[in-house]
């Protein structure tokens, strides 16, 4: 359960994301259209610099406040707002954040409007200036732009920053999913067929069960790795929520689908816009079968004997 602090902190969030995060903002997102206005909101409200150390905030307040994000899509790259400010400091510029690969940094969330980038490498991280920028999108439209970096200086970051923006996407996606499940909710109490509400038949009374099971799932595993932050288990429960989220989504993002029929696949209703993303974010910083290799691997250097305290401990 959220303290008092954390709880107004995710409230005063969810009313600013209310308002700036609507279906005409993300569709302009689609089209390469910076949210500005949810940006400055977030800046003037202190959203970005709740993980910093000065700030009097839990770390675990930066991903309640990324779920609370997930719920409504936002549109701008908070997660790497929020942690480039942690890693980098306040500095008044734009930083995003991406993954090494070759000469440049890939997959990176608006980078063609970052003034510099945080490149992550084998563990490792280095922060320089954007110098070219070769745009693209994910599969939800959003901005995933590979850029090529200069005037780059190396930074130390001792907290396992490929985990940390692994449980990112998780926390996105336990907050997406739970917008999906009141979605399909409130779909099928609207929709009637045959003179009744869909939701009296019994195959989506079964369906809308199996979300339910599935998000509920998805959050505990979510809520099991951000209890771990700063644990020797960290990685591990990384390893298991985004392996069990990322399996929830496929569930999850079906069956509401099949609930809304045909209306859910068009461009017109809000849910494409948060099931995408369920599917872009459960590929990002790795995707299940990824993070099952390593779970499975850590493991198996445990050893048969070790498991079981393994699983049923949390220490």
């Not at 905030?57 to 309640?64: G, P, Q, R, S, Y």
């Not at 068009?266 to 995707?287: I, V």
Request: net charge negative; glycine share 10%.
């Amino acid at each position: 359960m959220m303290n008092e602090i954390t709880q107004m902190l995710v409230d005063s969030a969810a009313r600013m994301f209310a308002d700036g995060s609507t279906k005409a903002v993300l569709d302009d997102v689609e089209l390469g259209v910076y949210p500005q206005a949810l940006h400055d909101m977030v800046v003037e409200n202190g959203f970005d610099r709740i993980g910093i150390a000065a700030e009097g905030f839990a770390t675990t307040d930066v991903f309640e406040l990324l779920k609370s994000a997930g719920r409504f899509a936002v549109g701008v790259p908070l997660a790497e707002m929020v942690l480039a400010a942690r890693w980098v400091g306040e500095s008044g510029d734009f930083v995003s954040i991406g993954v090494v690969e070759g000469a440049r940094v890939a997959q990176v969330p608006w980078g063609r409007r970052a003034d510099r980038v945080l490149a992550l490498v084998d563990g490792a991280a280095r922060i320089g200036h954007v110098c070219h920028v070769t745009t693209g999108t994910n599969i939800a439209g959003e901005p995933r732009d590979t850029v090529t970096l200069e005037a780059v200086e190396e930074i130390a970051v001792d907290e396992g920053p490929f985990e940390m923006l692994a449980l990112s996407r998780v926390a996105l996606m336990a907050g997406c999913l739970e917008r999906v499940l009141d979605l399909g909710l409130t779909y099928a109490g609207e929709r009637e067929q045959f003179g009744r509400p869909i939701s009296k038949f019994q195959a989506i009374q079964h369906a809308l069960a199996v979300v339910a099971a599935e998000v509920a799932a998805a959050k505990r595993a979510a809520d099991a790795a951000i209890d771990a932050l700063g644990g020797e288990r960290f990685a591990q429960e990384v390893a298991a929520a985004k392996a069990r989220v990322g399996e929830a989504v496929g569930i999850v993002a079906e069956a509401v689908h099949q609930v809304h029929g045909a209306m859910g696949f068009t461009h017109e209703h809000e849910l494409h816009h948060f099931t995408r993303r369920l599917w872009a974010w459960r590929d990002e910083y790795g995707n299940e079968v990824f993070w099952q290799r390593r779970l499975g691997g850590h493991l198996a250097k445990l050893g048969a004997d070790h498991v079981w305290d393994f699983v049923a401990t949390q220490s």
